[in-house]
């Protein structure tokens, strides 16, 4: 078990230093060595931004994590990424604390402009719109979560859900697009309380 831990600091710290400059991290984050941060170039943003990364404590970002574009990262503290999940980031993403992101979950906010049939999409610029997920979150297996979103407190997005508009907190979302299924609030109201136990 120490032998496990000792590597794991050693591998988030290789990790922290490959991507120096880039990556701001906080204390006790474990960063998977496989972990890829690219910076992606738009011919339409001319100021030269750069990606920026950061993780504010006790953040796991686990084995196969994309994190890409020219935007602001951020996760608040005890918050993790998931197996294989993509950040797509042109303009901001904002993860709050204490959130669960699972395996194989696309967060972009960036779509690419496509209204124009005269021209290949691949050259007609991108669009973007701030992502903030908020504080105790539980984002599920393969959810997709699109540009412009706000997901609310305490909510859940269940597996396979496609996010496109704002989550009020405390809500259950799912589906394709992700609709209301139901509240946690409603869910703990309706729940009765446990019976005591006598001898």
């Known amino acids: 078990m120490i032998v496990l831990k000792i590597w794991q600091k050693t591998i988030s710290e290789f990790t922290r230093l490959r991507y120096r400059g880039v990556i701001k991290v906080g204390p006790k984050c474990r960063l998977a060595a496989s972990l890829r941060v690219n910076h992606l170039y738009f011919s ?13 404590g006790m953040n796991g970002i686990l084995h196969g994590v994309i994190i890409q574009g020219t935007g602001d990262f951020s996760m608040g503290r005890n918050s993790y990424l998931g ?13 709050g604390r204490d959130v669960m992101i699972a395996q194989s979950v696309s967060i972009r906010d960036t779509d690419h402009v496509f209204s124009r049939t005269d021209k290949p999409m691949n050259q007609q610029g991108i669009i973007t719109a701030p992502i903030i997920v908020e504080d105790n979150v539980w984002i599920g297996h393969g959810a997709t979560v699109l540009k412009g979103v706000r997901i609310g407190t305490g909510s859940v997005i269940a597996a396979g859900a496609v996010v496109v508009r704002d989550v009020e907190p405390f809500s259950i979302v799912g589906g394709v697009p992700a609709k209301k299924i139901s509240s946690r609030l409603e869910y703990v109201a309706d729940k009765p309380e446990p019976e005591e136990m006598t001898e």
């Open 83 to 95: 197996e294989y999940s993509v950040i797509g980031c042109n303009e901001r993403i904002e993860i």
């Open 44 to 56: 339409e943003r001319p100021d030269d931004r750069r990606l920026s990364v950061v993780l504010e």
